[in-house]
């Protein structure tokens, strides 16, 4: 595996990568990661390389999607435990560029996608979309991939992506290249984070009661519940669990992620951000007969 962190060492890298194809130029997946990775991410990685010729893993934290009192400088970094764990896995290159190749002085462009960014984690964190969004879109730039595999997991993320390369033709016509994988889930249902590892263990064995209190609501909606009481129910569940917060719970459509008060025929997710003991934890489920 090749490790590079300025964008001529990048596109060089790319040039080699597609003449040693024995494809005409081969099929390049990217797979955006802020590191300290964990089984959730290398599922990304497995899933990428069982579909394109070379895996390209990014790895940057990103400041733009931090916002004040945030935790930037405390965000896990392990780059060479991270390069590791990529070329066990076959991974053929590591972008790692600085704050400063990324961002270089002057930088001035912003990137906002309305509609699907505007409510849930983008009420809660003004401006991270938009952070998001343009570390993407420069990504996208930078690597030129055939497809790019984002975790589930953080469904609004996806959801924001998947309408900017929409919008901005990053992928050719009916071609689904922004590509959603499933969640990867603790042996006690916990969501996978890097963020994980800011729990105290108190703290750690209390957050599993969000992923079962998540799956006794979509239980409970599907069978016919009233969506406004089975919202209510699995916040004052999140709350006896030992959370101290909560920023929402909400059923959203699931490409618009517009809040439903009932379920009808197009797939809806459950979404739920809250905090334990100064960690904010974010969790979705499928909900309704059109899972998706």
């Not at 984070?193 to 409970?220: G, I, K, Q």
């Amino acid at each position: 595996m090749q490790t590079v962190n300025t964008l001529h060492m990048l596109r060089t890298a790319l040039a080699q990568l597609c003449g040693q194809s024995d494809r005409a130029g081969g099929r390049i997946a990217l797979v955006p990661t802020m590191g300290a990775l964990h089984e959730g991410h290398l599922t990304l990685v497995r899933r990428a390389a069982a579909e394109a010729d070379h895996v390209v893993v990014s790895i940057f934290v990103n400041p733009k999607q931090f916002g004040a009192n945030e935790d930037l400088d405390a965000y896990p970094r392990q780059l060479a435990a991270d390069a590791a764990m990529l070329e066990a896995e076959g991974v053929a290159l590591l972008w790692a560029p600085t704050a400063e190749a990324m961002y270089p002085a002057g930088f001035a462009t912003n990137v906002s996608v309305a509609g699907v960014s505007d409510g849930l984690c983008g009420a809660a964190r003004p401006g991270h979309f938009d952070g998001v969004a343009t570390v993407v879109l420069k990504l996208f730039n930078q690597v030129t991939p055939d497809m790019a595999f984002f975790g589930e997991k953080d469904f609004q993320q996806l959801a924001v992506i998947r309408a900017m390369a929409r919008d901005l033709d990053l992928t050719r016509p009916h071609v689904d290249a922004i590509i959603g994988v499933p969640t990867v889930r603790e042996a006690d249902g916990l969501a996978m984070s890097s963020r994980n590892r800011y729990l105290l263990p108190e703290h750690r064995t209390a957050a599993a009661s969000l992923p079962r209190a998540m799956r006794t609501a979509v239980a409970a909606i599907e069978s016919g519940a009233a969506i406004g009481e089975a919202l209510g129910q699995l916040e004052d569940e999140i709350l006896a669990a030992g959370f101290s917060s909560i920023d929402y719970v909400t059923l959203a459509d699931s490409r618009s992620l517009a809040p439903l008060i009932a379920l009808g025929s197009d797939p809806a997710r459950l979404l739920v951000a809250a905090r334990i003991g100064g960690t904010r934890l974010i969790d979705n489920m499928a909900v309704g007969p059109a899972r998706g």
